[in-house]
C-alpha cells in the first residue's frame, strides 16, 4: 500500500477530527488529580465525543475495550482504563482518538497527579519535546527518518532514557494506523520522501530506564522491563498544498512549539 496522500479538503476533516482530540485531551488533563480514575477520564471522553458527534478509533480497535489508553507510571502505552483512584505523585499518559466523516485523529499526553518528582517532570518535558523536534525536522523533500533522527539525537542529548523500540508513530487519515511506520530513533536521510498532503503521528514513548518492554496478560498493557516510569506525547501533522506543516491534533495548528523552533505553519486550516 502507498502512503495515503490527502487533499486540502480531506485535511479540512481531519482538523475537524483533530481538534476533538485537542479538545478533549485538555479536559481530561484538566480533570486528573488525586482520587479521579482513569474510567472517569474515560466517561469524559465517551460524553466529548458524543457532544460533537464523532466516533471513537480507539473502542473495539483489534477489541479494545475504551476510548482512550490511560497508562500510569510504569505502564507505558496501551493501559486500559480502570476504577484504581489516581495518587498524588503518579504520572499517567492519556492517548486518545476520534473520527468524523470517516477521517482519523489521534494524540496523546502526559501529565502529572498531584506534585511529582523532578526527575519524572523532566522525563515528561523530554519526551515533548522530543516529539517537537521530530515535527519540526520534518520538511518538504526530506525523509522520513529525519523525524526518528531528530527524536533520538535530543531524547539522548537529555540524559539517559530509553527510548521504545516496537512502537512508533504512523501515518494516519481513512484509518488510525497507517504507512508509513515512523521509528523514533536511527539515522536521519532514509525512508519516504516527504511530500504535501502527508499526515503522520509521531508519538515518542521513552523511559528513566531500559527501551525494553512487555505486554501484560490483558494483552494490551505495555510495562517497561526494569518497571521504569515513562512518557508518551503525540500530536497527528500533515504538510499543506503550500508545503508547511499543521498540526491537526493542536489547538494552535502548532503555531507556539514550532514557531520557537523556526518553523513556520500553514495558513490554509485557519
Ligand atoms: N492511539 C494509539 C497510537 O498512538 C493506538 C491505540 S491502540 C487502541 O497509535 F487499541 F487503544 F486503540
Ligand atoms: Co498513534
Redesign the pocket.
Known sequence: MAIQLKSLDQLKKMRRAGLVVGELLIEMREAVKPGVTTNDLNRIAIDGLKARKAKS??LN??G?PAVI?ASPNEVI??GIPSDLPLVDGDILSI?F?AIIEGWHG?S?ITVGVGSISSEDQKLMDVCEESMWRGIAAAKIGGHLTDISFAIEDYTNAQGKYGILREYGG?GIGTE??QEPHVLNFGPAGRGPELEVGMAL?I?PMITRGTHGTHVLDDE?TVVSDDNSRGAHF?QSFAFLPDGKPFVLTSLDGGKAELGRLGVEISDLLQ
Open positions: 478509533n480507539f480497535y483489534h479494545y489508553c502505552v496501551h492517548d482518538g489521534d496523546a504512523h488510525m494506523h503521528a508519538e494490551w503525540e
